[in-house]
């Protein structure tokens, strides 16, 4: 009687490839974990309410404390707000590790490429040049997002200043309130009034990169001849 051959042993079961795409890396940093303090500490330090500082900054009080408390990753549109509303530069809410330059005065800062990131919610951003007083003026960013919807991405946000962006890579599409999407591919850019509420998304849910710099807008010539005419009247 011819013996069956003892079944062989299974298999061992091969290990789930690793998974492609983002990875964490040293240098990326959470900047939730201590933007609500260093917030907190800045209104507290101006003496500040909350009620005061939402009328300032337009963002609204509950937004604030939730932001302040840790229970909110806040947009950088509405970093943005509250930056311009208590009128200090960004390095004064970016960690210190952030903070890659550090001139002397309003003389020339250089970026490089191992200035860290730093991740809000789905959206990652690179704070260019945060510690020069120039930035007051003129703010730049290399910003990442994949969300799909206004909705995930905290809804339309308008603020004074003038808003100019351009794609690295990926497919952005950029929302105004009530007029189309416009959808931009790498190599294109826009220019506009950021008055206009308005919102950026991912057209395919795929990390998309792009360039955004704000500067303040100008003051028209007329009012600008009101308030001299006005001060010498004083």
Known sequence: MT????????????????????????????????LGEKLRDLRVTRGLSLK?????????RPTLSRI????????IGLLSKVVAGLGV????????TVIADRPSGAGPSFSSSRTPTVRL??????????????SRRLRTFVLSTQHKTVEEGGGFLGHPDTEFCFVLDGTLTIHFQGRRPRRLRPGESALFSGETPHAYT???????QFLLVT???????GKSRERKTARGAD
């Open 52 to 60: 005061e500082a939402s009328d300032i900054t337009g963002v609204p």
């Open 68 to 75: 302040e408390h840790n229970k909110m990753a806040p947009t």
């Open 121 to 134: 919610g789905r959206r990652e951003a690179t704070a260019l040049h945060p510690n020069n007083p120039l």
């Open 3 to 34: 013996k069956r051959a003892a079944p062989s042993a299974k298999p061992a079961r091969r290990a789930a490839p690793a998974r492609a795409g983002w990875t964490r890396s040293s240098n990326l940093l959470d900047l939730t974990e201590a």
């Open 89 to 96: 530069p960004w390095s004064s809410i970016l960690p210190e």
């Open 202 to 208: 991912s057209h395919t849910g795929a990390t998309v």
């Open 215 to 221: 500067t303040k807008a100008a003051t028209p010539a």
